[in-house]
């Protein structure tokens, strides 16, 4: 810089920075240290306030380039970091933690948080400038605007993306996105259906709906497995439904969540049965979808979630509140009616029940379709209160015969 001078110390590659104030025998230097990255062909520097610092960093650092663990900072901005992962999701260049491309849906999802979130105010920021205090001041900042946690992690997503990339492909050397304390929400909401009231909410649908409900508590499929569900993966003599796709509303057909969602799910008797006369109700097969509302065209959500409602006993009035949102409300239609479930809510109660009927890990994960055995735990492992009954009997039969021993 401009009136600075530079004095070589008793290391090489560590220097004396003298400034303007460096006058009379009075020095308020700082020290530089260097390291040359051949595959950069560049220097790595840093400014310490002591030569005991700089020459500790400079030994760190020497050490890691050798090693191929360290490169010059990059003056890549977030803006371009941006740009060039969305262009990589897109064209398969950029793929997930399991290896797989990004779904079209978490394309559009990380597009707009960086777009509406993220980009306007860490765009113009180098990588390299991008720290920790910075991404907590993001942070705050959208908590103080009024987004919930879910939001907020949803949309730091991306960054962390980002910073993740360019660690691995040796542009940065710190991750500031790693350990943050993020605000944390009331969770999700955990409804489950038991056996019994499962059977009640579906003997209350239309048989037409009664089919794709059946499926998602008795075969834990997801919502876009069911909608892209075709009669051709639905094999009732061997009792299996393969899964292999999912619906995206913009893509069509696409791959599964993950390689572990591309599985086989046995048939229960129950769910089988339910199938057969959906089939020859409907008079489909082969390519047909299962639940179409035509065989080409996948249900509607909002459709089913309507449908189900109001035959569970609810109906749709306009909000008291005429400012307020919604504009209508669901309020009970007769004083029996049912409590209201989701499609991923009755997966939810799915996965619970295989934990109930004694599945072991591997099987419990291979059904539902997920990854890893502590994933489906944390989220699915809810015991129902008649499941404490059954745990007192075997615990009380094995201490018994524990006593009965003494």
């Keep these: 810089m401009a009136g600075q001078t530079m004095e070589k110390t008793r290391t090489a590659g560590v220097y004396r920075v003298h400034g303007r104030t460096c006058r009379g025998g009075r020095c308020s230097c700082s020290y530089q240290g260097s390291v040359y990255s051949p595959r950069d062909s560049k220097l790595i520097r840093k400014h310490f306030d002591s030569l005991r610092e700089a020459e500790l960093w400079r030994g760190e650092i020497r050490g890691a380039v050798d090693r191929g663990e360290a490169r010059a900072q990059t003056r890549k901005t977030v803006d371009a970091a941006a740009a060039e992962l969305i262009a990589g999701m897109k064209n398969g260049t950029r793929l997930n933690r399991s290896g797989r491309p990004y779904k079209p849906s978490t394309i559009r999802r990380y597009e707009l948080a960086l777009r509406l979130h993220v980009q306007p105010a860490v765009g113009h920021l ?16 959208w908590t103080l605007a009024g987004h919930d946690p879910s939001s907020i992690r949803n949309e730091l997503d991306p960054l962390r993306v980002i910073f993740r990339e360019a660690i691995e492909d040796g542009e940065i050397t710190v991750d500031p996105t790693v350990k943050l304390t993020l605000p944390q929400g009331r969770g999700r909401r955990e409804r489950v259906a038991d056996r019994t009231e499962a059977q009640t909410l579906i003997e209350a649908l239309s048989a037409p709906q009664r089919a794709l409900w059946c499926c998602a508590f008795y075969g834990g499929l997801r919502r876009g497995e069911l909608r892209a569900l075709k009669w051709s993966d639905v094999d009732l003599e061997g009792g299996a439904i393969r899964v292999s796709r999912t619906w995206d509303d913009v893509e069509g057909h696409v791959a599964t969540k993950s390689e572990a969602g591309d599985r086989s799910v046995p048939l229960a008797g129950m769910l089988r049965r339910t199938l057969v006369e959906h089939k020859l109700a409907s008079g489909r097969g082969g390519g047909d979808l299962v639940f179409g509302r035509t065989p080409v065209d996948p249900f509607v959500s909002s459709t089913v979630n309507l449908c189900a409602k109001r035959a569970w006993g609810w109906r749709q009035v306009r909000n008291p509140d005429a400012n307020a949102r919604p504009r209508t409300i669901w309020v009970k239609a007769r004083e029996d009616a049912l409590e209201p479930i989701t499609l991923h809510e009755a997966r939810h109660s799915a996965a619970s029940y295989l934990i109930e009927a004694g599945l072991n890990d591997l099987e419990l994960t291979a059904t539902i379709g997920h990854s ?35």
């Design 372 to 406: 890893d055995p502590r994933t489906t735990k944390a989220i699915y492992g809810h015991l129902f209160p008649d499941s404490r009954a059954t745990i007192t009997t075997k615990l009380d039969a094995y201490l018994g015969g524990a006593e009965e021993a003494m």
């Design 126 to 141: 180098r990588l390299v400038d991008v720290d920790r205090g910075r991404v907590r001041e993001l942070i705050r900042r």
